[in-house]
């Protein structure tokens, strides 16, 4: 499923700094955001952050699952492409890595994805999460395209 100002209310404006978490929360009923108890705290085409219990999103071992990272990280980065694409686009992932620096097992973990690069059909983003301690767990670079249209 692409993002679109449709389906995230809180995408309809480029300037929108802070979501509606509510309109947010319904739009994301039954997704994965939801299963992980993702949370927006901001959202524009430059910055966007969220944050994401440990507890819940664990492997085996007890530590983060190095999915749940990647899976918050395409999250906040496709949010951030969402705003820059504007209201009349959507947005796709199309390729993205990650380097795990350090294991959490509780608390919770906050991205924050910045812009690298916004184009006219792509938008890269570098995306940083940290612990409660504020320190590196994870970094990723995300792209994506922009789609002319919805879809």
């Known amino acids: 499923m692409s993002l679109t100002p449709d389906n995230v209310s809180v995408m309809t404006d480029n300037r929108v700094a802070q ?3 509510e309109a947010f929360r319904e739009a994301t009923k039954g997704t994965l955001i939801e299963r992980m108890h993702m949370e927006i705290q901001e959202v524009t085409a430059a910055r966007t ?3 994401m219990p440990v507890l819940g999103n664990t492997q085996p071992a007890g530590l983060l699952h ?3 990272s990647v899976a ?3 999250t906040v980065g ?3 492409a969402a705003q820059h694409a504007g209201p009349d ?3 796709v992932g199309i390729e993205i890595s990650a380097t795990h620096h350090r294991a959490v ?3 919770s973990v906050t991205a924050v994805a910045t812009a690298i690069h916004l184009g006219r059909t792509m938008a890269t983003y570098e995306i940083v999460l940290t612990d409660d301690q504020d320190k590196r767990v994870c970094t990723a670079r995300l792209t994506c395209m922009i789609l ?3 879809r």
Do not use: C, I, N, Q
């Open 19 to 21: 979501p509606d978490l």
């Open 49 to 51: 952050v969220a944050t």
């Open 66 to 68: 190095g999915g749940a």
């Open 72 to 74: 918050l990280a395409e």
């Open 78 to 80: 496709s949010f951030a």
């Open 89 to 91: 686009a959507a947005v």
């Open 105 to 107: 097992r509780s608390g």
């Open 148 to 150: 002319a249209e919805k």
